[in-house]
């Protein structure tokens, strides 16, 4: 049996991230028992959308949603 280098493990590792950020996006859009409720389906995908207001667009999220 051969072992695995570093390269693959890495590899493996960031595949599976990806992998679990699109399973836990689409739970969260589609499957959730909060997804009905009316907004941003990409606010409701994950942190990404607070995280644009709030560091890139200079603290704007509390404006925004109110």
Do not use: C, Q, W
């Not at 493996?12 to 589609?30: D, E, K, P, Q």
């Amino acid at each position: 049996m051969e072992i695995p280098t570093f390269a693959s493990l890495l590899t493996g590792m960031a595949v599976s991230l990806v992998i679990y950020i699109i399973a836990r996006s689409f739970y969260n859009v589609y499957l959730h028992p909060l997804s009905a409720f009316p907004g941003p389906k990409f606010a409701a995908a994950g942190p990404l959308y607070e995280f644009y207001y709030d560091v890139i667009r200079d603290g704007t999220y509390v404006t925004t949603i109110a």
